[in-house]
């Protein structure tokens, strides 16, 4: 904070001095101090020194571009609004494309909002982009020389160490199969690895367990600073989100092969393709880092194939034997339920570890993986690796071209209320209607809740900082040499100590800033004072008033029924699955829409996540919600590529009793959705999900007395498949029964 602080005092003080005062340009002077101040410290701008300079730098074209803009619409009030409400959402809505887009929006609006007003001067344009020019210039050399800030820990090294995790996980997975004791670590250059495990036998008591579900949670985008999110419509960032939702499917399906393990095995075969699993994991870990091997996905695919033809050759399927031990631990159904269940999920986790180096190689602009999707079913998992740059962007912008995104809400709310303001300043003629537009936009928050909290603090301080002001200009009068000598250590001030004081402290101590700036530039009395506190109230009574009208309640508005949605397409992309692998039914575009939704919802609570809420407002595990949704997709994505159309069922009969099961499950996810939007429901979905699982458990014994064969052995697949849907969706379930009620 006393770093970024300095350089951006320095940038600004240095260009507004020079041209002030050195060269006789006001206007210039101006906009070089604004310029490092509004992307300095109005905008947020991450990373290390030199990505910090490369992302001013390729801001300047389109602040140039702002203000030329700004400058020619001023010649009428109602233009420059026109113009306001066109620049204000474009530039809001280009938040889509990442999380550094997000954090240049309010800087970049300035960039307009300075130059629309009077005096219409475009005789003063050169003198505007160089005076923008010449800040930016100043602010980037700071980045780079005053200080210069290191390189964070960025997203690659978060999914490394999660890989990593996993793959200690796995070698454990590996033991509790082959029922051995776990083999010690291999050993590596790098970060530690999980801790060496416990004699405990239960998951939930382990380290390894334990670090793993630690790493895992740490690659929740809720966990992590926005800058490093990896959430641009690019390939790269989205192989980066698929890397860490395939993670996230991978450790699910291991701790379940740990559970399994006792009472399915020994399972030399199931062993050693969890082991194959943790060493792809180890690979994709390695991989993942710009400095690392390119993985291959060719051993793990020949120990899937390999296990494949073993598991369905005579007595491959169901073990002959069992201990007294797997049959205590296997309980009602005996080992043969648990040891086509053990070998289910391994080969499940073997194609999560499969999928997961295909989005690591992708990360590393290797060549895509061929896309054997069959045609009916696409777009394919990893459909971004085949498509140009320009195109994904197309695809961001117009699927988020809806009242459903927050992204175009947001957008929708800030040039709303920008235009509205600079309407209001021409039509009251307010002087240094500049400051409107600022409060406005500073001030305004995603719910009209959290806008209304900043109001009494915003106008405490704004009266504050108007009475030091005042003061300060009636005592010393109209001597710049006293306010060019005081406004360093001001500007100090108020970019270090007063925003952590409070929101009261930065506005105070901000409008004396701007007191003292203006005072070089123009005489000025007491009474500018006096119009910085009407502007700052103008400006944040029509934040308010933006809030009210347009989606007040913010993320909380609908994130129930966004979840009761997400839930139901979940439900549709499963049944589709099943109708598909059984030869029931097309694909008629389910998993696509079920993926999207997932997205449109972990937006929606990331941003309820950023609002203050009643305590009851956290009845449902929503992160819970947008799991199951994504483990539906990724569960999903492998056995359609594993499972040809119409083999998961061994005749008519079994498909239609399998499709069956299917809606069954499908109807404990709509069930849910319905008791999150009104829990009068939840018993119907107690009773829903109860019967689901019973039913589900039944098919498995069932599955025993057939012989193994691929059908037979694809429709325990599923079963497992949809059993740990069922475990997931629990997992709601029981957060939003036991909870308050959440936002409605």
Known sequence: MVHRAVRVTAAACAGFYTFRYGLDRPVTATYALFGAVAVGVLARVEGGARTRARTLLLTLPFAWALVCLGTVLAVHAWTAALGMAGVGFAVAFASVGGPRLVGLTNGLQLFYILPCFPPYAPDTLPQRLTGVTVGLLLLAAAERLLWPEPSPTDYRARVALAARALARLADLAAADCAGRPPAAPPSRAGPPSAPPPVSAPAPPDNPADERALALLDDLRFSRIPMMERPAGPGAVDRALTHCATTLRFIGAELLRVRRLGPAGGPYPEAAGLVTATADALRAAGAGVRTDGPVPSAAPIEARIAAFEATRTSPGGGVPTTSTDTTRKAAGPGGTAVAHLALGTLALSAAEGARFLVLATRTTRHAPPPPDRTPPDQRPGPFWYAHEPAALLWWRRVRGNLTPESVYFRNALRTAGALSAARLVVGALDLTHGFWVLLATLTLMRTSAADTRMTLRPALAGTAGGAAVTAALLI??????????????????????????????????????????????????????????????????????????????????????????????????????????????????????????????????????????????????????????????VRGAEPLLARIPPGTAAVGPHAAAALVDRADQVAAAFRRQGAALLEPVRADAADRALAEAHEALHEDRVTATRTPADPTSLHTVDVTLWLTGLLDDLARVHDSARTAPAGPH
């Open 475 to 632: 005592a010393v009068g109209e001597h710049p040499v006293f306010y060019a000598a005081a406004l360093p250590p001001t500007m100090l001030f108020a970019f270090t100590i007063s925003p952590g004081l409070g929101l009261a402290w930065a506005q105070g101590t901000f409008t004396v800033v701007v007191a003292m700036v203006f005072t070089q530039l123009t005489p000025a009395g007491w009474r500018l004072a006096e119009a910085r506190l009407i502007d700052v109230a103008t400006g944040a009574t029509i934040g308010i008033l933006a809030g009210f009208c347009a989606w007040p309640r913010g993320g909380g508005q609908d994130l129930r029924r966004r979840t009761a949605e997400l839930l139901d397409r979940s439900a549709a992309a499963l049944s589709e699955t099943v109708a598909v692998v059984t030869g029931s039914g097309p694909a008629r575009g389910a998993l696509r829409r079920a993926r999207h939704s997932a997205l449109l919802t972990e937006a929606l609570y990331a941003q309820y996540r950023s609002e203050r809420h009643q305590p009851a407002g956290d009845g449902a595990n929503w992160q819970a919600a947008v799991l199951t949704g994504q483990h539906t």
